[in-house]
């Protein structure tokens, strides 16, 4: 006799205890077989431990067929009465539930099971966040296997080129690969730029930067108030020259007062007056009472 495995919907409830199996092993002995094991879809629906043990201990198993149309509902409806399920075991019959019969509400499946509300509310909210956490996985393993199929098609990609194309071998020993030719509209060979080698470069690069450091030691900036000192210097020959006629020149300079004060600063003004009184040969006090 071919052995019968058991269906996945009777596998929601989990195996009985020990001591269980033990008890229903001595009733088989003494008694036999009297409830007959339910078969659906040729795997056994309900009575998987009935069977397990009538194999074992030699005692021919009596089957049923399931006719209905609710085989989840009906292997809870035999077996949640009979079965002394501990608090752990009802929270995973009651995730099977969730998955199953989705629009369940949590009062419902807790009156069938014999748990409180909330104790189911908390067994949904563990077994979504699971289906989530084995979306996510999932999710991953497809990337995954997406990407090691893109790495192959590249590789077949690379082999194939190596077939086409004779330069690709020694590219792939480490030797340098030519450039491609370029051409013009016409036809002919793009003559372009040559470009220079590197020590042609360096050299180039070097005279630059002596360039640049002569023209530094070379150009000496002129101070900004040059022009006007020497306008001072002049100023200051005319007045030597014309000493004789200082009060005259004096009167003349205070006369330009205006533009004197527009033209140069007061440190010029002082600057002026000091290389005055040096050309005259008195002391810069002396120009001012003049003045």
Same mark, same amino acid.
């Given at each position: ?16 205890? @020990?001591?269980?199996? !033990? ?5 088989l ?5 009297? #409830? ?15 069977y397990?043990?009538c194999? +074992? ?14 085989? =989840? ?24 539930? =969730?998955?199953?019969? @989705? ?21 949904? +909210? ?41 330069e ?8 340098e ?7 013009? #509209?016409?036809?002919?060979? %793009? ?18 930067? %002596? ?6 030691k +070379?150009t ?5 108030? !040059? ?11 005319? #007045? ?6 200082? !009060?005259?020149? #004096? ?34 006090? +002396? ?5």
């Open positions: 006799m071919d052995l019968l495995e058991q269906h996945p919907i009777g596998q929601i409830l989990p195996p009985m205890l @020990p001591e269980e199996r !033990s008890s229903l092993r001595n009733d002995v003494v008694h036999g077989l009297r #409830v007959p094991i339910v078969r659906y879809e040729g795997q056994i629906l309900d009575g998987w431990h009935r397990q043990l194999i +074992e201990e030699n005692i021919e198993p009596r089957f049923a067929d399931y006719a209905g149309e609710d085989p =989840f509902g009906f292997v809870r409806s035999l077996n949640l009465s009979r079965r002394h399920l501990t608090l752990a075991q009802k929270k995973e019959v009651a995730k099977h539930i =969730f998955e199953r019969e @989705p629009g369940r509400t949590d009062n419902s499946i807790a009156k069938e099971i014999g748990l409180s509300h909330h104790t189911v509310a908390r067994a949904r +909210e563990e077994a979504e966040s699971n289906w989530q956490n084995a979306n996510k996985e999932e999710a991953g393993a497809e990337s995954n296997w997406q990407n090691a199929n893109k790495e192959e098609a590249g590789a077949e990609s690379n082999w194939q080129n190596a077939n086409k194309d004779p690709w071998d020694g590219a792939c020993n480490g030797e690969r030519s450039a491609p030719e370029r051409t013009e #509209v016409s036809g002919r060979k %793009a003559r372009g730029r040559k470009p220079l080698p590197p020590e042609e470069k360096a050299r180039r690069a070097n005279a630059r930067a %002596a360039a640049k450091v002569e023209a530094k +070379e000496k900036p002129k101070p900004l108030t !040059s022009a006007r000192d020497d306008t001072v210097n002049v100023l200051a020959e005319f #007045v030597a020259a014309n000493i004789n006629n200082l !009060s005259d020149l #004096v009167q003349i300079i205070c006369g330009y007062d205006g533009v004197i004060r527009q033209k140069f600063t007061l440190g010029q003004r002082h600057e002026m007056v000091r290389k005055f009184a040096k050309a005259l040969g008195v002391s810069a006090m +002396e120009i001012t009472t003049l003045a």
